[in-house]
Every structure is written in C-alpha cells, then in structure tokens.
C-alpha cells in the first residue's frame, strides 16, 4: 500500500432527482471497516423512511475491504455503480450511502446506475477529496505527576489527541504510522519508562 491515499475529507451529501425519485449521496471518511458499518447504520437509521439506502464502502484494512449492497433495487443497478465511482477516483478509507425516495416511475436498470453513480459522484465532489497518510493510535496512561510533561510532548509534536482525567490520566493519540514509534520514544524518554503504552 502507499505512504499517501485519496480519500474525502469530510462528511458531506448531494440531492439530485430523477423523474420524481429522490436521491441523496452520503460520503464520510471512515478508518476501520467498523467506522464504516457504523456509517452505513447511521444513515439507515436517520433514513428509515427511504425506500433504499444503498451502502459501498473501501477500507485500508488487512486485507483490503471493498463492500456494496443493491439494497433491494434489481441486481448490479445500485451498489456496484456506487463502488464503481469510489473505484475509479481512487478513493479509499471512505463510505458512501445512496438514499432513494421512490417517486412512482420505474426507472430501468441502467437508469438506475446512472442515478446511483451521480449521487455518489456528487457526493464525493461536496465533501472534498484530499491526500491523507495512515495513521494509527495508542494510548498512553501515566500518574498526575507525568501527565503536563506528556500533554507538553504531544501539543509540540502536534498530533490528535485527547485526554481522560480519573486516578490516572490517559492520552488517546492518533498519529501518522510514520511518527508513531518515534513520539512512543519521547513519551518513554520523558517519563524515564513510567507511562503505560498501549496500541489500540
């Protein structure tokens, strides 16, 4: 896999219709096949009105994750245009669900296709399509006493994090692969071996 993929940058969604259907593309960038099953659910569930919500997904997992569901519509009219659209921009670490309202005229199989891809394109184009590098995630869990010089560390190397206060306080920290060794290093370093670090 490369150093850099294309996936969206955030989440966004387009409406189109189509002799009386409506269709909405939702996109969201996903990390884990969990995230975008999560995603998927989230949709149906705010959609559950819908008459289909078709799900595709691409996932950086090991081994690579690619998913698509007609949703009821006629076989290879609906999830497959919508992965297609993902496949051919490249993209990955991303989730995509067409809503369709059904508006009373039957609209082919190959009608059908055209919609789904235009809302997944749409969609896409909405959120943004951006260059992101893998990241992974640990935690680290140290007494008070080590806890300023931690948060210290992870704000000057300016990494994603947040902190959990209870008997003891815990970083969540999701960082570029590429760091991730090296901050775990520093954190050792600054706390002579006292924080616990955990992958997630």
Do not use: C, W
């Not at 659209?85 to 009373?104: F, I, K």
């Not at 909405?126 to 560390?153: C, I, K, N, Q």
Request: charged share 30%.
């Amino acid at each position: 896999m490369a150093d850099s993929y294309r996936t969206v940058e955030g989440r966004a969604e387009a409406r189109s219709e189509v002799r009386g259907s409506e269709f909405i593309g939702h996109v969201a960038p996903v990390e884990t096949v969990e995230d975008a099953e999560a995603f998927v659910a989230e949709i149906r569930d705010a959609y559950a009105d819908a008459t289909h919500n078709v799900p595709a997904y691409r996932v950086r997992a090991s081994p690579f994750r690619e998913y698509s569901n007609d949703d009821g519509e006629p076989s290879g009219s609906a999830g497959k245009p919508a992965l297609n659209v993902l496949q051919q921009r490249d993209l990955e670490n991303v989730a995509a669900v067409v809503t369709r309202y059904y508006g009373g005229t039957n609209l082919g199989v190959g009608g059908l296709a055209r919609s789904y891809s235009r809302a997944v394109k749409e969609g896409v184009d909405a959120a943004g399509v951006v260059e992101a590098v893998p990241h992974e995630r640990f935690a680290v869990t140290v007494e008070y006493d080590d806890s300023g010089s931690v948060r210290g560390l992870l704000e000057s190397a300016g990494v994603e994090f947040d902190a959990d206060y209870a008997a003891d306080v815990t970083f969540s920290v999701r960082v570029p692969q590429s760091e991730g060794a090296t901050l775990r290093d520093r954190i050792r370093s600054a706390t002579s071996g006292r924080a616990d670090i955990e992958q997630r």
